[in-house]
């Protein structure tokens, strides 16, 4: 069994540069979970999928996207990157949506200069 | 608003000492509480997910208890060992929140040999 994977491992963009952030989740799970974690912060809920649609949804603006394809896999695409932007990228995958055990990948470290 | 604290935010202990980590959340009207390890530049390892109708889970040396009256939890970890170096993270689902995780900001755990 494959646990969550993500790429790149870290990335640095420049303010107004658009991003796509890369998750595989783990073998059977149809749920993702996209959060953003600033150095010193504790992670802040992004968005879910669920079945290739959005399943509900943080406190974030809209230039912070994302896409569910049928093999469960994930994209998070941010636009007109921020300083404030730069983070600890966390996807996790859940067997459903209602389950409560989530299964975390590695991140992906964003740099915003 | 709904907040989750962790106290303290960082806490330095020989080795084979029991020590407790705190977490207080603002609403009882809560699913569940997890306990989470997160490594230096990592993801995310559950340790513990206790349900809102629960009061305590143990796994090995550790030990989480839950309060939802009075909005808190512990984490207590016995006999640590400098392996147990981390930090330890709460996050609480609470109730009309959908799926999201509340996370608090943490508390970092230096166990010295």
């Known amino acids: 069994e494959t646990g969550v994977t993500q790429s790149p491992t870290h990335l640095i963009k420049t303010r107004g540069q658009q991003v796509t952030l890369r998750c595989s989740s783990q073998s059977g799970h149809n749920t993702v979970s996209w959060y953003q974690q600033a150095l010193g912060q504790g992670p802040q809920f992004i968005f879910q999928?669920?079945?290739?649609?959005?399943?509900g949804r943080g406190n974030f603006p809209p230039r912070f996207s994302g896409l569910q394809f049928p093999n469960y896999s994930s994209e998070l695409n941010v636009n007109a990157l921020e300083l404030d932007d730069s983070a600890l990228y966390l996807c996790?995958?859940?067997?459903?949506?209602?389950?409560?055990?989530?299964?975390f990948g590695p991140g992906t470290r964003l740099t915003v200069l | 608003k709904q907040e989750v604290t962790q106290i303290p935010a960082a806490l330095s202990v020989p080795e084979g000492e029991n020590l407790v980590l705190n977490c207080s959340f603002t609403d009882s009207a809560i699913y569940n509480l997890q306990w989470f390890r997160q490594d230096p530049g990592k993801g995310l390892t559950s340790l513990l997910l206790i349900q809102s109708s629960q009061r305590e889970q143990t796994s090995g040396r550790l030990n989480a208890s839950l309060d939802k009256s009075s909005g808190r939890s512990t984490l207590y970890i016995a006999a640590s060992q400098p392996g147990d170096s981390a930090t330890y993270l709460c996050a609480v689902r609470f109730l009309g929140s959908g799926y999201a995780l509340n996370f608090g900001k943490g508390t970092s755990l230096l166990v010295t040999p």
């Open positions: 999928y669920y079945r290739e649609e959005e399943n």
């Open positions: 996790a995958s859940s067997l459903e949506r209602n389950t409560d055990t989530q299964y």
